[in-house]
């Protein structure tokens, strides 16, 4: 008979080996870094970053279908705040959800699961952006679009090509 103190230990380790069962992941997320500093994890933390990799399912976040970052210009550091993302998928079902006062947003899978390919578009009062190529396979935006703009990342995601004075009143 196994002591009911191992029992209990052996039962508290299996409850979180998901959590550490998939060193690819595991790496990824400590490549993600610390958090920012002054800035307590939830919903306006680490802006700009591929979102799935933590809020996958698997790793005990809560889990999101679509998210990402929305930035005013293409090379500022400027959050986009209130901006509305259009998401349309495979079967033309339509998804709509606006940025918070960090620029990100994100789609919980109960409202939202995508069939791909997606198709994306930015609002902001009566302004409208399409993104130019579908999303194939990941609802990560960050997954393609990242700062540095290089061969491997299309830069981040933003409303306007040039700068202009945006509204984030509201916002802190």
Do not use: W
């Amino acid at each position: 008979m196994i002591p009911r103190a191992i029992r209990l230990a052996a039962a508290a380790l299996l409850a979180f080996a998901p959590a550490c069962d998939d060193p690819l992941q595991e790496r990824a997320i400590e490549a993600l870094g610390p958090e920012a500093p002054g800035v307590p994890r939830g919903p306006l933390h680490r802006r700009g970053q591929p979102c799935l990799t933590c809020h996958d399912g698997a790793s005990g976040a809560r889990a999101f279908s679509v998210a990402g970052t929305v930035y005013v210009t293409a090379s500022a550091p400027d959050p986009a705040p209130g901006v509305v993302v259009e998401l349309v998928d495979a079967d033309r079902r339509t998804f709509r959800v606006a940025t918070n006062c960090a620029g990100n947003f994100f789609v919980e899978p109960a409202d939202f699961t995508p069939r791909y390919p997606l198709f994306v578009a930015l609002e902001s009062g009566s302004y409208r952006v399409e993104m130019d190529t579908p999303v194939q396979r990941d609802g990560s935006c960050a997954s393609c679009h990242g700062e540095p703009a290089s061969r491997s990342k299309a830069g981040q995601v933003y409303l306007h090509a040039t700068p202009r004075p945006f509204d984030a009143s509201g916002c802190p």
